[in-house]
């Protein structure tokens, strides 16, 4: 199983930046992709941005030219770096890895709000 640990959300001004981190431990090689989502209340959980592990990278046009998803390999940690924050983008953040024989695994969250 991999187990996951997010961290980096919090309470900034619209316009700010923030960087979220997902540490990835346990059974961590073969994983295919890593992904960050986010869930507002009353809202679906949206795919924000993934990382395809050597290859591709996907942005919900939403977020595109703001964030950016990168990965540590030596670190086995995920980054999402926000910039330009909107209060749209207030949310719940979720790392998500799907690996190629465990499947799918999920963070605890972590909140970002967006208010001045």
């Known amino acids: 199983q991999v187990q996951l640990v997010e961290s980096g959300g919090g309470l900034v001004q619209p316009g700010g930046s923030l960087r979220l981190s997902c540490a990835a431990s346990?059974?961590?090689?073969?994983?295919?992709?890593m992904t960050w989502y986010r869930q507002a209340p009353g809202n679906q959980r949206e795919l924000v941005a993934a990382?395809?592990?050597?290859?591709?990278?996907y942005y919900v046009d939403s977020v595109k030219g703001r964030f950016t998803i990168s990965v540590d390999n030596a670190k086995n940690t995920v980054y999402l770096q926000m910039n330009n924050l909107k209060p749209e983008d207030t949310s719940i953040y979720y790392c998500?890895?799907?690996?190629?024989?465990?499947?799918?695994?999920w963070g605890q969250g972590t909140q970002v709000t967006v208010s001045s």
């Open positions: 346990g059974s961590i090689l073969n994983i295919l992709r």
């Open positions: 998500n890895v799907v690996h190629k024989l465990l499947g799918s695994s």
């Open positions: 990382k395809i592990i050597g290859a591709s990278t």
